[in-house]
Nanobody, 122 residues
Framework: QVQLVESGGGLVQAGGSLRLSCAAS????????TGWFRQAPGKEREFVGV????????YYSDSVKGRFTISRDNAEGTVYLQMNSLKPEDTALYYC???????????????WGQGTQVTVFS
């Protein structure tokens, strides 16, 4: 079993930055990938980015590319989402998820955190 805990969300002015953390515990493996997703009220869960834990390869959605960066610290079992130049449309509940497939599809991921709220005001 794997547990994921997100942290770092909050209230930030447009143009500001936040760094989210996703701490994993339990039976994790560097063969896994960690994805970040977000969900705004009334909208479907949206892919943000993904990182392959073995080599750090990343992929981002077009809406965040160039503004968001995913990194990992395998020794600490933590994945980070650095979010810069935040916009009001980035407001959502942000989730990290762990899976065996390098994928943009939520159903590819087995383990999910509880989410952390990010609110960007103008």
């Amino acid at each position: 079993q794997v547990q994921l805990v997100e942290s770092g969300g909050g209230l930030v002015q447009a143009g500001g930055s936040l760094r989210l953390s996703c701490a994993a515990s339990g039976r994790t493996s560097r063969r896994y990938t960690t994805g970040w997703f977000r969900q705004a009220p009334g909208k479907e869960r949206e892919f943000v980015g993904v990182i392959r834990l073995s080599d750090g390869t990343t992929y981002y959605s077009d809406s965040v590319k160039g503004r968001f960066t995913i990194s990992r610290d395998n020794a600490e079992g933590t994945v980070y989402l650095q979010m810069n130049s935040l916009k009001p449309e980035d407001t959502a509940l942000y989730y990290c998820a762990l899976g065996a497939t390098y994928s943009v599809v939520p159903t590819s991921y087995v383990y999910w955190g509880q989410g952390t709220q990010v609110t960007v005001f103008s």
